[in-house]
């Protein structure tokens, strides 16, 4: 269950703040509270009800072992998702978007195991072998596959869910998630159309104090769900009844069965 959201402390942090009002999306009406100074004000007690209910069904997603794939490019945000997401083990994105990173994902593993055949070359000798400047060559393919690809490289398979940090910015990622059904979790400011995304966070996503009260609630949210997987797991180990030892036969089964052998064998 995840923990209360203090109203308090988001104002504080400032999420109600929203864009210029000429700037809004009607459809981020009902999560406005109202309007000052020719700026939106969110409605904070949405965001806190939204914040628990995004939390709650990430925890679920984490507890049943599927990755949750966080992204978020602009300035302001990087840091501190990437420090977020690294707190609860799961890959994230912070540079450019590769395009196809969920559809066409096979091509994304192709490159992240391109990274992995150059650490190998690297401990087994192989580079050294090669010229310097083929290993300049390399070097910089691997660098560039690291610092586009290097959050993903444990990530085996799709994710089962996607948080985003301002989708207007990452409309390719959403897109590409609703295409193959993959729930979308974001930060939603007024300028944006909540409809795109499956479990809205009315919150402002352009100031890092605000960011990093929602994504430290998130990601905490997220090791309580894998904690919960690693006890049930612990439960069941310790649960499973161990297999009965065959019994060892009795002299008398011993004797029984040697005398059928002998007797089948005079019959034959």
Do not use: C
């Not at 400032?14 to 809004?24: E, I, K, N, Y």
């Not at 984490?62 to 966080?70: C, D, E, N, P, Q």
């Not at 290097?150 to 990530?155: K, L, N």
């Not at 690693?230 to 297999?243: F, G, I, L, S, T």
Request: overall charge positive.
């Amino acid at each position: 269950m995840a923990n209360k959201v203090e109203v308090k402390e988001l104002l504080d942090a400032g999420v109600h703040f929203g864009h210029l009002t000429r700037r809004w999306n009607p459809n981020m009406a009902p999560y406005i509270y109202m309007e000052r100074n020719g700026i939106h004000i969110i409605n904070l007690y949405k965001s806190a009800a939204k914040m628990q209910e995004a939390a709650e069904a990430l925890s679920k997603i984490a507890a049943s072992g599927r990755k949750i794939l966080f992204v978020a490019t602009k300035k302001q945000a990087k840091e501190i998702v990437s420090e977020e997401a690294e707190k609860a083990n799961m890959p994230y994105i912070t540079e450019r978007w590769p395009g196809g990173m969920l559809t066409n994902f096979v091509t994304i593993r192709k490159a992240v195991k391109k990274m992995a055949a150059v650490d190998r070359m690297k401990k087994d000798g192989t580079f050294n072998s090669l010229s310097k400047k083929e290993r300049l060559q390399v070097d910089r393919m691997r660098a560039k596959l690291e610092k586009n690809l290097g959050s993903i490289s444990d990530m085996t398979r799709l994710p089962g869910a996607l948080f985003v940090v301002d989708i207007t910015r990452e409309h390719i990622a959403i897109k590409e998630a609703q295409k193959l059904n993959i729930p979308i979790f974001a930060m939603v400011d007024t300028n944006s159309d909540p409809r795109e995304v499956d479990y809205v966070i009315p919150a402002n996503d352009d100031a890092s104090k605000s960011i990093k009260k929602v994504m430290s609630y998130v990601s905490d949210s997220i090791v309580e769900g894998l904690a919960d997987r690693k006890a049930d797991k612990a439960a069941k180990k310790e649960a499973k009844p161990a297999a009965p030892k065959a019994e060892a036969p009795s002299k008398e089964e011993e004797k029984k069965e040697t005398l059928e052998k002998a007797e089948s064998k005079e019959d034959k």
